[in-house]
């Protein structure tokens, strides 16, 4: 070793090697900061977004989707197609070989004496070799062509031969044209908007722009073609914020984390794979399952016992999409679930709502956030007695509603407000301290109407049939410890309405469910009433409006199934999963399922309810085949070896087989197929968009 460490590649000492005088090497300036990953490129972007989205059938995952033929193909079994094949050629070698040898007789050589001179037939001659040898090639050639054909060679050359080894290389696409190519923003440069579509353009291929910036500013472009925004503003800001431009309230581009796998430009989320069944149409076998709007608009519910997945597979998803869609600007997004019950994270929400949790920064308003008494005791008195009224879809609950609001407008005129929880509860109750503090209030107003309303109310207090002992008591339900900073109505708390889906709003609802089962239920109806009120009144419907609730059990009503059955027609929709339909009143269950447009039955379900959905699914006409076998017994040694040989090829003992073929008319899916042939993790989805176009029932793998 030298004096400087240094030391030769063969072990031996090496001189040292003179440096150069002069100030040290400085190492070049980093370009980022320590830690900090490179900046992407939009490369894939840039493919996401164009990559071709064909039109599909109702519920298809559009996404790189591959169609398929309507109905599948003839697939020839393997040991029929081979033996098959042996066969013609075996007969094409023996058509060969009896020509050949003169057996057929020589009229097969007529069209070659016919054709050629007769000098080139003389003996030795190159032209004649050449010709005959030609012209046996071409009988050869035409009888391979037709014994080929009717042994499907080519079908074997497809399925065994090197076309079946080779793996399909991936097709290169073409960059589309600049007027077709989405990243371009054509729509914008022909509206005028080109130095916005270049900004846009240029984030794009930098890396800079996410799906969520993509389907925001595509939203934000229809507001202009609409009217609601001006296209100089629209310009002002993209070319001010770039891809960040017309951002949520919110301020976030993303959620904190993603479990699906979303496609924005179509509006689906991914839940699982069409399995490959004979049960399934062919042009579904295979192909993602992708929900978006189109079909959330006609609600959905999903029933399946608990461990089948409604939350993590079906829930979550959803919540999850409609999520992204609001900080798109589409899509206004309620989440109702229990605490605890994996909806998702905290950040992904704008508004979170803990019922009974001290820590809550929000409340939740018990009248819907409307200052018509009402409109709020119609609300009110859906949720506190909505679930004890006839279940026969022609009942209301107008009695405890007339009662609701005899006592509502008269406290609302005096105080400017609505009662609090204690406070309804000792009015419900006919406490006189509080009824008389409301006329001595009323008499000195000069409000007549409601002084009349007052004193039928006091008429009424004990009487048979009086309905506002069980208010009172369903009212107590809430008048609990857990809830006491809750449902204010003093202008003290941050009261969350349902008033606020007219914008891109995302609502988390945690109900208390462990001690306040019963609570929780009313507390559910409560938030399905103000939804399908508050959406019937909306003045912006172009916004998917959506209500998720985890668990609907004790809350579908008459009412609830009406307000339902109108969502539609006002771009809204409900997600509903039950553990079971007995859940639901027998006379409400066929309205319930007739009024949802998509319907999902789990694994696990009991044939009872699996009958309640084959008879809204219905019946088809099938092609039913009847195959009866005689086997047939040969005598004669020659018939013995015929039968022989077709048991070789065929496999099967040769028999006389009778084919009866009948039209019958059979259930999509029994209740027996539905209870015992669903395997765990799938289930059986029938679908229907806001068009009307419909999905027959799919049995889907939601683990895939």
């Known amino acids: 070793m030298d004096s400087d460490g240094t030391q030769d590649a063969r072990g031996t000492h090496a001189n040292p090697v003179p440096r150069p005088a002069g100030p040290p090497d400085v190492p070049p300036r980093p370009t980022a900061a320590p830690g900090v990953p490179p900046r992407p490129d939009g490369s894939a972007f840039l493919t996401w977004l164009r990559a071709p989205r064909p039109e599909t059938p109702p519920g298809v995952w559009r996404f790189g989707h591959r169609p398929r033929p309507e109905e599948e193909p003839e697939l020839i079994p393997a040991r029929q197609l081979v033996s098959g094949a042996v066969i013609a050629f075996l007969v094409g070698w023996l058509i060969w070989s009896l020509l050949w040898n003169g057996y057929l007789g020589g009229w097969w050589l007529l069209p070659l004496y016919a054709m050629i001179p007769d000098s080139w037939a003389q003996p030795h001659s190159i032209a004649s070799v050449v010709v005959v040898y030609a ?4 009988i050869a050639l035409v009888i391979m062509i037709g014994v080929g054909r009717l042994g499907r060679w080519s079908e074997i050359w497809r399925r065994y031969g090197p076309p079946a080894w080779r793996q399909p290389a991936p097709r290169a696409e073409r960059p589309p044209a600049p007027e077709q190519d989405p990243a371009e923003w054509p729509q914008l440069r022909a509206a005028g908007a080109a130095d916005a579509a270049e900004r846009l353009a240029t984030e794009a291929r930098a890396g800079l722009m996410r799906d969520v910036d993509h389907a925001r500013i595509v939203r934000a472009w229809q507001g202009v073609r609409t009217g609601r925004h001006t296209l100089a503003a629209f310009t002002g800001a993209v070319l001010k914020d770039g891809a960040a431009a017309c951002l949520h309230p919110s301020g ?3 959620l904190p984390a993603r479990l699906a796998r979303h496609d924005l430009l179509t509006g689906q989320v991914r839940l699982g794979t069409t399995a490959d069944d004979p049960r399934n149409p062919y042009a579904y076998r295979g192909a993602g399952l992708g929900l978006g709007p189109d079909l959330l608009g006609t609600s959905l519910l999903a029933v399946g016992p608990a461990g089948s997945g409604k939350t993590g597979t079906v829930v979550r998803p959803l919540a999850e999409s409609l999520c992204l869609h609001a900080l798109a600007g589409r899509a206004a997004v309620v989440v109702v679930g229990a605490a605890g019950a994996g909806l998702g994270p905290v950040d992904a929400y704008d508004v979170v709502v803990r019922i009974g949790n001290p820590e809550s920064v929000y409340d939740l308003d ?3 956030g409307t200052s018509d008494p009402d409109e709020a ?12 009224a006839d279940p026969h879809p022609g009942s209301d609950s107008r009695r405890s509603t007339t009662v609701l609001a005899q006592l509502l407008g008269p406290f609302r005129a005096v105080h400017g407000r609505f009662p609090s929880v204690p406070e309804l509860r000792q009015l419900l109750d006919g406490t006189p301290g509080p009824l008389e503090e409301l006329r001595t209030a009323l008499q000195g107003s000069g409000q007549e109407s409601l002084l009349r309303e007052l004193d039928a109310r006091e008429r009424q207090l004990g009487h048979p049939g009086d309905v506002a002992g069980v208010l009172a008591d369903r009212v107590a339900l809430l008048d609990r410890p857990a809830f006491a900073g809750f449902f204010d109505t003093s202008g003290q708390s941050k009261p969350f309405s349902l008033k606020a889906l007219d914008h891109p709003v995302r609502v988390r609802i945690d109900l208390p469910e462990r001690g306040h089962a019963e609570a929780s239920r009313m507390l559910a109806r409560l938030v399905l009433a103000q939804f399908t009120a508050s959406v019937a009144v909306r003045e912006d419907r172009s916004l998917f409006a ?5 668990d609907a059990t004790g809350v579908v009503t008459p009412e609830a199934v009406r307000g339902i059955q109108r969502l539609r027609s ?4 409900v997600v509903l999963t039950l553990r079971t339909l007995d859940d639901v009143p027998r006379p409400l ?6 009024s949802t447009g998509c319907r999902m039955a789990l694994s696990g379900l009991t044939p009872w309810d699996g009958q309640d959905f084959a008879e809204v699914w219905g019946k088809e006409w099938t092609e039913a085949r009847d195959v009866t076998d005689r086997q047939i017994i040969a005598d004669t040694p020659a018939g013995k070896a015929v039968h022989m040989l077709r048991r070789v090829i065929t496999g099967k003992a040769p028999t006389a087989r009778a084919v009866t073929v009948r039209q019958v008319e059979r259930e999509r899916w029994s209740a027996s197929e539905l209870a015992h042939g669903v395997p765990p993790g799938h289930a059986v989805l029938s679908l229907t968009t806001v068009k009307g176009e419909n999905a027959p029932p799919l049995l889907v793998d939601l683990r895939g």
Do not use: K
């Not at 012209?135 to 071409?138: D, I």
């Not at 269950?589 to 007739?594: I, M």
């Open 252 to 254: 976030e581009r993303d």
């Open 135 to 138: 012209y046996y090639v071409l």
């Open 377 to 388: 005791a119609a609300v009110l008195a859906e949720a506190l007695v909505g679930d004890l």
């Open 546 to 550: 959506c209500l998720v609730l985890d």
């Open 366 to 368: 018990l009248y819907g």
């Open 570 to 573: 006002g771009n809204a929709g």
């Open 589 to 594: 269950r066929g309205p319930l399922l007739g």
